[in-house]
């Protein structure tokens, strides 16, 4: 079985930093892509940023340019690099690995449980 678990969320000042962190755990063999999306209260979770294995990145137009999306292969681990933090940007921010195989499964998509950030005015 395959977790993805978040660390790194909480409060903070508009102009202010986060960086969230996301281990996937399990025997995993590859992990084909990982990212972060969130949801703001009332609204529909969107994308905010994704890598590929390779190192390939898409951002959301409303986070380029404030926020670094980075992975570490090895530990099967995705960061998010917060700055320049806005109201607007408050939301739980969830992690995601698309096409997980580990030794004798795959798992098209995987998704953390969430962490808050709050970012006040």
């Known amino acids: 079985q395959v977790q993805l678990v978040e660390s790194g969320g909480g409060l903070v000042q508009a102009g202010g930093s986060l960086r969230l962190s996301c281990a996937a755990s399990g025997t995993i063999f590859s992990i084909n892509a990982m990212g972060w999306y969130r949801q703001a209260p009332g609204k529909q979770r969107e994308l905010v940023a994704t890598i590929t294995s390779g190192g390939l990145t898409n951002y959301a137009d409303s986070v380029k340019g404030r926020f670094t999306i980075s992975r570490h292969n090895v530990k099967n681990t995705v960061y998010l690099q917060m700055n320049s933090l806005k109201p607007e940007d408050t939301a739980v921010y969830y992690c995601?690995?698309?096409?997980?195989?580990?030794?004798?499964?795959?798992?098209?998509?995987?998704w953390g449980q969430g962490t808050l950030v709050t970012v006040s005015s």
């Open positions: 995601y690995a698309k096409d997980v195989r580990t030794v004798v499964s795959r798992y098209l998509e995987v």
